[in-house]
């Protein structure tokens, strides 16, 4: 809620064009962008290592390595408050901000937040070997994406690489 309380606070000043409003967060910061992203008065957002979303997941074929131990109710977390009850309801582009070695904003949790988007305009930038860090490129990109977005500016972004794998039993 305080999230969306800036908005409207922000949409009220006279130095603020309410028509370029941008959202973003970092860590925690990450999760209340996803769940502020779904107000339809922003014009971009961009969660930086948090906000990717089915963190009660355990990794693929590690059994017990998610969060939900002791949750008492991990499909009611999932409905409400995890990222992925908001990604299906975006309407303004996004830029997933994240490493490669994050503990929270897990690397393929990011793809599949991503995925849940009712669009596609969408890019993922991942700090390759850290850990819940940005790197200097991520900030300019950050600042890149919003003078894109918000300000209208022609700016060539790099594109989020396209890959898929295809098995075939032999």
């Keep these: 809620y305080a999230g969306r309380r800036a908005i ?3 949409e009220e000043q006279p130095e603020v064009d309410p028509q370029r409003i941008g959202f973003t967060g970092y860590s925690m910061g990450g999760n209340i962008t996803s769940m502020v992203a779904i107000d339809a008065r922003l014009k971009a957002v961009g969660p930086m290592v948090g906000g990717s979303g089915f963190i009660m997941d355990d990794f693929p074929g590690l059994a017990h390595t998610g969060r939900a131990r002791g949750f008492q109710n991990v499909d009611l977390y999932n409905r409400t408050i995890d990222a992925q009850a908001y990604w299906p309801h975006v309407k303004c582009p996004v830029l997933f901000l ?3 070695d994050d503990f929270h904003a897990v690397f393929d949790n990011v793809y599949k937040s991503a995925n849940l988007l009712p669009h596609d305009d969408w890019c993922v930038s991942q700090f390759m070997h850290y850990n819940h860090a940005l790197g200097p490129q ?3 990109l950050l600042n890149r994406w919003f003078d894109r977005y918000l300000k209208g ?3 060539d972004l790099p594109k989020t690489v396209k890959a898929s ?5 032999t």
């Design 98 to 100: 994240s490493a490669s």
């Design 8 to 10: 409207s606070f922000l």
């Design 165 to 169: 794998l295809k098995l075939e039993k």
């Design 138 to 140: 991520q900030w300019i």
């Design 153 to 155: 500016h022609s700016i």
